[in-house]
């Protein structure tokens, strides 16, 4: 695909990025311009155009989203590729929406120049209606790159589907403490809360049970209503469960096949359990549930109704859980503030760290930075050494093999930046990561991601060394008199921020900073251990298995 300005007789056969309106003619975006177009281009004084010549191995907008769509699309759905660009994902049938917000946030990070938005997941919808966008920011796009997406969309499920609704009868099991009158409105309460927040669901509230709130009395009570004609069991307990031991937990764990979602990160309804036996749901009502907005209990109840299979996976990355509103607290409790500041050492200097690995690691012939060490990645272990010291923010600069690095990180809370100009040095990953660095940090900590032996305690004293308020500061690292990684550098030298090079001996890089200079002494050679080439896997691997 051949992007640039094109003058006006060369416009012909080229694709427009941009919708274009001339008088009362419309030109989509993607339109292709024909030779009947040219005139009028030039009666609105027009000389040039951005626009897009298709080259060999090239596909347009239609027919790329029309692949990329039906790879999405799941049962009961249906695409539509509008005049503007845009493909709309279609419910065929009256029914509950269903995607992975996991991988709908994926499909977005690398979904090269495609935009995908949907409806809230596991919500009631009509037939016709509008589920999803999927948008090519492009007129045209390499076909390599359609296909590229479509292959890291096969292995899964389709995406996007919609689950017809079908009746469900339904068991309420009540677990009683004191038996009384303010129990009994409470779970009244509870169950009207139900009934209105699954009005289009078809449930069918057939059978009550009760039962004391032991965990013996509860799992009888469970295996009884489980043998009888109920496709979900409501559990109302009379307590929250707050620990895995505690009574419900104790009685599920006696009687079903498993449980797929344990708790609810919402504060005030966190006892929240979904579970499943021979096919059947057991869904554990929050104590608060007709206190609390419940919306994100729904959701979750929905999909384990509508969902033929529950896995725990599908409940393990829940997404941020709002509060309902803003509250203000009440005045006894304005004597209890704790600022935020309170609990930072003020003395101390905010070093922010970045993590290299972004780099091919030529020498090694592949990416040494994915070379297993005891069973993980090598980059994860100077990652993880920064993550728990006192370094922060700390950022991961990625590059080559970006996505199957990132995989690996998925459950620790670090700053990811992508370099796409890796090939170009490794001076662009640390350009990439400086420019991200809050300005409230003092100082930047360069480590290589190729350090498999740093620790936290070593970070963390290098940080101590860092003289807080003098933004004209280089901490360096040394072994026997020789320079090594890694390096802090003051906000005041971001511009010269560098690594310690293989040949430092040979390059004067910090001579200009002698004056600013503290040295971190280094007393163990393997503290430093900077892997280069095959040969230091190697011993790392065999040290790994003594």
């Not at 709908?104 to 009631?124: A, E």
């Not at 309804?269 to 104590?287: E, L, N, W």
């Not at 829940?318 to 509060?323: H, K, S, T």
């Not at 003289?467 to 390096?487: F, M, R, V, W």
Request: net charge negative.
């Amino acid at each position: 695909m051949n992007c640039q300005e094109f003058k006006i007789k060369d416009l012909i056969g080229k694709y427009l990025f941009n919708e274009l309106t001339i008088g009362n003619t419309v030109f989509p975006r993607a339109y292709k311009v024909q030779e009947k177009d040219i005139p009028l281009f030039k009666q609105a004084y027009i000389e040039t155009m951005f626009a897009a010549e298709m080259e060999e191995g090239d596909c347009d907008a239609s027919a790329a989203l029309g692949q990329i769509a039906a790879k999405l699309c799941g049962k009961n759905t249906a695409y539509s590729i509008t005049e503007n660009g845009i493909c709309k994902i279609i419910s065929t049938i009256d029914g509950v929406f269903a995607a992975n917000e996991d991988r709908i946030s994926k499909f977005n990070r690398h979904g090269n120049f495609f935009i995908l938005n949907t409806i809230s997941p596991y919500i009631v919808v009509e037939k016709d209606s509008v589920v999803a966008e999927l948008e090519l920011n492009l007129p045209l796009i390499p076909q390599e790159k359609v296909d590229e997406l479509l292959m890291s969309l096969s292995g899964n499920m389709e995406l996007l589907s919609i689950h017809d609704i079908s009746a469900k009868k339904v068991g309420l099991i009540y677990t009683r403490l004191t038996n009384d009158k303010k129990e009994t409105k409470h779970f009244t309460g509870i169950v009207k809360r139900l009934v209105s927040d699954f009005p289009k669901m078809d449930l069918k509230f057939e059978h009550e049970y009760q039962s004391a709130h032991t965990s013996e009395d509860i799992a009888n009570i469970l295996q009884r209503a489980l043998k009888e004609n109920n496709d979900v069991l409501f559990v109302l307990p009379a307590q929250q469960t707050r620990c895995p031991h505690d009574v419900i937990i104790k009685a599920l764990n006696s009687v079903v096949d498993d449980i797929v979602c344990s708790y609810l990160p919402q504060v005030n309804a966190g006892d929240f359990i979904i579970a499943s036996k021979s096919g059947k749901r057991i869904i554990v009502i929050p104590y608060n549930y007709d206190n609390v907005d419940s919306s994100y209990a729904v959701r979750y109840m929905r999909q384990a109704l509508v969902n033929d299979k529950l896995n725990a996976y599908d409940f393990d990355h829940p997404q941020n859980f709002v509060l309902a509103k803003t509250q203000k607290i009440v005045a006894e409790e304005q004597n209890h503030y704790i600022s935020a500041s309170n609990t930072n050492n003020k003395s101390q200097a905010q070093i922010a760290a970045i993590v290299l690995a972004a780099g091919i690691g030529s020498r090694c012939g592949r990416n040494k930075l994915l070379t297993p060490i005891n069973g993980e990645p090598l980059f994860l272990k100077a990652l993880k050494a920064a993550v728990k010291s006192k370094a922060s923010p700390v950022f991961l600069i990625t590059g080559h093999q970006a996505e199957e690095m990132e995989d690996y990180i998925d459950d620790i809370d670090v700053n990811v930046v992508r370099n796409t100009s890796y090939r170009s040095g490794i001076k662009t990953s640390i350009e990439a990561g400086i420019k991200s660095i809050p300005s409230f940090c003092d100082g930047v900590m360069i480590l290589p991601a190729d350090m498999p032996n740093i620790s936290k305690e070593y970070i963390n004293k290098m940080i101590e060394m860092y003289k807080k308020g003098d933004n004209k500061q280089l901490i360096l690292s040394e072994y026997k008199n020789k320079k090594c990684n890694p390096i802090i550098w003051g906000k005041d030298f971001y511009t010269y921020a560098d690594i310690v090079p293989e040949n430092a001996e040979l390059r004067t890089i910090f001579a200009p900073f002698a004056d600013y200079t503290k040295v971190f002494k280094v007393k163990n050679s393997d503290d430093v251990l900077d892997v280069t080439f095959p040969a230091d896997i190697e011993k790392l691997q065999k040290e790994a298995t003594k």
